[in-house]
């Protein structure tokens, strides 16, 4: 029996949910601390720990040419609660690893109860917890409530920034006409779960397209509170009106980007489309790639519709938007994402400026396991920088510059350079340069863990 005292974790989101298992696997007990459902939010539907409030992609898998997918291994291969439940609920995404959400956050959810020592709490943490807490790993995400969000910024002395995150619809998909509407994944590349045919393509021609621009700019948009107004987007999720607002082919070079799609009703590449990915396991629900919207709902069904193939849609969830907020990481953190001003608190997930889910489980994963040492006496031993871990670590906690930090997926341009050369020696280039550090990186990750090569191959 354990005679540690438990770590506090504040948030029972993708960040939140990793922390504690990696807490408990390492045999202290976890307070995991969600304030749903008697405090909600703005973009949660339900209860459930882990909900994915946006999108159902985790993004590329590649592990070989794409900093997330080696995210993804890397994740793995330190026992993520995450990544492992996502594999087990993967439905077809072409080369991504996207997910059924109500799966993937049910066994979340069962896996995190079912552990005797994991205690779910549920209540509102409404300030700064209280300072028996000796330990504690804040993790509330974009949708920290107001009054620990008040709380964090006095203590810090900082103002939070904060960035508007929009959600895209989801449409049945037996309203979808495939008489206009096709699969195929681009270039007929298969993924995890996938078949190369993983999305549904809605093409359109010259005429179509600009037709659509313009719906997208005149239709009326949800208002801005007077106290949201001067809040900035997040560029990597942009809704799909202002990116039209930035000029009639900015979409077509976004997400309606044509390449490697060919539209078998005409046997032509298309002037733009539209895709779908699959968003449940049962392939009844599809969500419209790239559309996260700030439409109002009645002009998102007259607009959205209309798009061939969809023009008798029926949708499951229309879009939405909602403020996100995230702290200065680089000038309040220190190197284990301790809270300078109060090292008893540590931070993790999208509150630190990380952007996107695997990211933010990623940076709980890191949190849990320095809380856990320390609780353990040792000190936390940090991932190599030339790790997708180290480097995004290091990103959120100096390698970005304080005065203009915003939020960052993990990308090749985090890590050390690589010193690898071709035999002949000039330096790599392509996909041997990106796969060059992807092999540095799962080497020095096994080393870090202890791995042996016999180990990290099985």
Known sequence: MTTHAPIHIVGGGLAGSEAAWQIARAGIPVVLHEMRPFRKTDAHHTEKLAELVCSNSFRSDDAEYNAVGLLHEEMRRCGSLILATGDAHKV???????????????AVTATLSAHPLVTIERGEVPGLPPADWDSVIVATGPLTSPGLAEAIRDLTGQDQLAFFD??????????????KAWFQSRYDKPGPGGTGKDYINCAMDKDQYLAFIDALLTAPKTEFKEWEKDTPYFDGCLPIEVMAERGVDTLRYGPMKPVGLTDPHTGRRPYAVVQLRQDNALGTLYNLVGFQTKLKYAEQARVFRMIPGLENAEFARLGGLHRNTFINSPRLLDGTLRLKAMPRLRFAGQITGCEGYVESAAVGLLAGRFAAAERLGSAPSLPPATTALGALLNHITGGAQAETFQPMNVNFGLFPPIEARQPNGKELHGKDRKRAYTSRALADLDAWLGRTPAAAAE
Do not use: K, Q, T
């Open 166 to 179: 929009a959600i895209a619809p989801i449409v049945y998909f037996e309203s979808v006409d495939l008489s």
């Open 92 to 106: 077809p995404a072409g080369g991504a690893l996207a997910v059924d959400r109500d799966g993937f956050a049910n």
